[in-house]
Nanobody, 124 residues
């Protein structure tokens, strides 16, 4: 069982920056690829970023590429999402998720474990 707890969300103006953290309570954190997803009101949950077990490989949604950076610290069982140049359309609840194995995935159903989410609100 993996428990994930996100933190770092908040309310800020367009152009601002924020760093989200996701702490995992599991002994084998490095066995999981980690992803960030987001869900805006009335919309489906969408892929944001994913990072491989070692952190050597990452992938991003086109809408955030160049603005967001995913990273992880396996010694701290934590994955991060740095959000820069934020836009109002980035407003959503952001979720981290864990997927066992090597393969990266942009599909929510491939992830076994989810956090409770953290709200990010960007005003114009």
């Amino acid at each position: 069982q993996v428990q994930l707890v996100e933190s770092g969300g908040g309310l800020l103006q367009a152009g601002g920056s924020l760093r989200l953290s996701c702490a995992a309570s599991v002994r084998t954190f490095s066995s999981y690829a980690m992803g960030w997803f987001r869900q805006a009101p009335g919309k489906d949950r969408e892929f944001v970023a994913v990072i491989s077990r070692t952190g050597s490989t990452t992938d991003y949604a086109d809408s955030v590429k160049g603005r967001f950076t995913i990273s992880r610290d396996n010694a701290k069982n934590t994955v991060y999402l740095q959000l820069n140049s934020l836009k109002p359309e980035d407003t959503a609840v952001y979720y981290c998720a864990a997927k066992p194995g090597m393969a990266l995935s942009t599909t929510p159903v491939r992830y076994n474990y989810w956090g409770q989410g953290t709200q990010v609100t960007v005003s114009s």
